[in-house]
């Protein structure tokens, strides 16, 4: 199994787009109302379009065997309640055909040289309470809860807990 991981280019928005619907209609079942879901992606290949530009800096495709399986944003903290020493995974997103075959551990540590190789201490992940499976990927990454919790409305209001890994 070869991996790879590059910054996203515009021809990557279709791909990304469609790994992004296909891992929420997964992942997100029984956390975030089936509705909401199905008018976020029909948005989703437009605000792909219109994201990844020739100026990308921060979002990745990640690959196997020449396949684009998975998409990831590492970049500065959306919150400015965390210090300099900070960067975040904005997101981690697998096609449901590559979940648990080490790809997402993969992209990790990745994710985690980029902050490294910009001199950051810690990084910070937002993930749904109620989403055991990806607080488990999380906490097997070296995550932990930090204390820190957000409530936004996804169809329904849903809070969110901010982690954060030791670099």
Known sequence: MNISIRLAVPGDAAEMAEIL??????AYKGIIPDEYIRE???????????????????????????????????????????GDDFYELHYIYLHPDYYRQGI???????AFNIACNLGKKYMVVWVFADNINSIKFYEKCGFRADGKIATRDFGKPLTSIRMKKVL
Not at 64 to 82: E, F
């Open 104 to 110: 997402g551990s993969k992209a990790m540590v990745y």
């Open 21 to 26: 619907m296909r891992s929420w209609e997964v």
């Open 40 to 82: 976020k992606n029909a948005s989703r290949p437009e605000q792909y379009k219109r994201a990844i530009t020739a100026k990308n800096t921060d979002s990745y495709v990640i690959r196997r065997d020449g396949k684009t399986v998975g998409i990831m944003r590492v970049a500065s903290p959306q919150n400015d309640d965390v």
